[in-house]
């Protein structure tokens, strides 16, 4: 009896720690309370468990890895304005900080290259793109050794794999910057530097295809999903336009820029974020007026995009990722009370929320890092 005792309560143990074992941590920031949220992902189930919050000391807004995933950065946007850097418990996901530099501008993104070498900044009020590099340690070392003046309202910055290429969403200008990044850090036109979208499209956020073939640029205003291919030297040339899939549905007018203190009752497009997942066979953008997702089949030769569906999810989703696997997509909404954990169909690519798990004020940036 005594034995059998032992086992189940050994069992029990087992099974209210199983969350905590989960070798995939999810780590939101949350820009009102000045903190970064910490989950445990299940990944047999999806499930979602808040392990608890760092204090970032600030309002915390995007958030990026290291290359090795050992470092987690965020910017915060409030003065003194601020680039902090932690180093990621794996058995934990703790952050333990291990830096604070000033930051030379205000960013509502922020990047790294795969090369573990530069952590890049890409300013709205600044119009400018930055530069850092990072020590080996994994901290962020200031000031910036690489910077770019852009057009009108800089809202994001990637680099390709190979760490040669940047490109900038640049949404007051309707263009989608392409530079050459140096080995120093260095920024500098590719070809004429940017592509064009469509007129008003206010492109926002982009993303690579992982065979680096395409890419793809959500527009915030318009809504509209511009694939461009590259070819060896990492030039774009525009080969297709995806429109907003929820825009009818939800009665959308067109967007607009919004400045601090807009006011407007209207219901815009308002589109936010996109990824594709690892495998290359599904993308997906967030649309924060409606609060829904669009998921799209992404043909494997051309690249084109077939709508799948659309799905609400949680309220204002400013951010979304996708786990490495491709299982999970975890989402965050400005205006919602929790944070959402979605299976992702294998087959169809459609969404199914699983889990939630509380969220703290203005949820804006999802990371995951897998152990």
Known sequence: MKKTFQVATLLAAMALSAPLLAKTFVYVSEADDGTIARYALNEQTGALQLLGRTP?????????????????YAAIRSKPLRLQSWKIDRATGDLNKTGEVTAAASYPYISTDKQGRFLLGASYDGDVVHVYRLAQEGGV????????KTGHAAHSVIVDDAGQTAYVGNLGTDRVLQLKLSKTGELSALANGYVKTAAENGPRHSVLSPDQRYLYNVGEM?????QYSRNAQGELSKIAETPNAVAAEYKLQHGLERPPGYSDTTPRIWAADIHITPDGRFLYVSER???TLTGYHVDKNSGKLTLIGSWPVEQQPRSFAITEDGRWLIASGEKSKVTG???IDRQSGTLKKVSEAPAGGDANWVTIVRD
């Open 222 to 226: 318009g809504g509209i999903i511009t």
């Open 289 to 291: 007026t409606s609060s």
């Open 56 to 72: 970032a000391g600030g309002k915390v807004m995007p958030l990026a890895l290291s290359a090795d995933h050992q470092h987690l």
């Open 341 to 343: 954990s979605y299976a």
């Open 141 to 148: 070392i200031a000031p910036p050794v690489g910077s770019y």
